[in-house]
């Protein structure tokens, strides 16, 4: 499975950002579906997960009620809607896949990463 993430770029505090992940292949629709991020300096950490159905999902309590996870399994693609950004959500965001149906928040469990979109956010 290959991953490509894109849709990072530069916005102001309170404005919002949609973050896309194409994946290849035809099992995408097996696959639970993470978000993670890397802020400079700082180690990767979960963001958000959806399982393969995109009935189920889960979210860092530094984002819920702020960021969306779902996904479209017809264009293989997950989706990371990003509303009411703050500098602290300045990061690389990585997507990644799992050979498993149900979502987690181990970095550990996902097998396949993509190559991560930079998202900046301006005070």
């Known amino acids: 499975v290959q991953l490509q993430a894109f849709g990072g770029g530069l916005v102001q505090a309170g404005g919002f950002l949609t973050l896309s992940c194409a994946a290849s292949g035809r099992t995408f629709s097996t696959y639970a579906m993470g978000w993670f991020r890397q802020a400079p300096g700082k180690e990767r950490e979960f963001v958000a997960s959806?399982?393969?159905?995109?009935?189920?999902?889960v979210y860092a309590d530094s984002v819920k009620g702020r960021f969306t996870v779902s996904r479209d399994n017809a264009k293989n693609t997950v989706y990371l809607q990003m509303n009411s950004l703050k500098p602290e959500d300045t990061a690389v965001y990585y997507c990644?896949?799992?050979?498993?149906?149900?979502?987690?928040?181990?970095?550990?469990?996902?097998?396949?990463w993509g190559q991560g979109t930079q998202v900046t956010v301006s005070s």
């Open positions: 959806i399982n393969y159905s995109g009935t189920s999902t």
């Open positions: 990644a896949a799992r050979t498993a149906r149900y979502w987690s928040n181990t970095q550990s469990d996902y097998a396949y």
